[in-house]
């Protein structure tokens, strides 16, 4: 179990911009692939974006590509989460999650059978 730690929720206005971090307590993060996933209320979890630690290959979900970016610090062993261009839509509960690749597939996975360690969540709620 990977212990990760989110940061960064709040109350934004649309068009408004926001930083998630993602805080992974593990040896190296390089081995692992980190996702966003989002919750709101009454809708089911569903993948915002990831990031293959190693290469640094990337999933959007369409209705945050052009505003959202996810990026990483291996020594750090944080992943960021820079939200741009905020909607009323998009708020929900942000998750971390993490992955440990067996394999290295030419699409990163971001899905959520895929990831095994889940943070806390982080608020984040964008009204006007």
């Known amino acids: 179990q990977v212990q990760l730690v989110e940061s960064g929720g709040a109350l934004v206005q649309p068009g408004g911009s926001l930083r998630l971090s993602c805080a992974a307590s593990?040896?190296?993060?390089?081995?692992?692939?980190i996702g966003w996933f989002r919750q709101a209320p009454g809708k089911e979890r569903e993948g915002v974006t990831c990031?293959?630690?190693?290469?640094?290959?990337?999933y959007y979900a369409d209705s945050v590509k052009g505003r959202f970016t996810i990026s990483r610090d291996n020594p750090k062993k944080m992943v960021y989460h820079e939200m741009n261009s905020l909607q009323p839509e998009d708020t929900a509960v942000y998750y971390c999650?993490?992955?440990?690749?067996?394999?290295?597939?030419?699409?990163?996975?971001?899905?959520?059978?895929?990831?095994?360690?889940w943070g806390q969540g982080t608020q984040v709620t964008v009204s006007s």
């Open positions: 999650a993490a992955a440990r690749p067996g394999v290295i597939t030419v699409q990163v996975i971001c899905v959520i059978p895929h990831f095994g360690s």
């Open positions: 593990v040896f190296t993060l390089e081995y692992y692939t």
């Open positions: 990031i293959r630690s190693s290469d640094g290959n990337t």
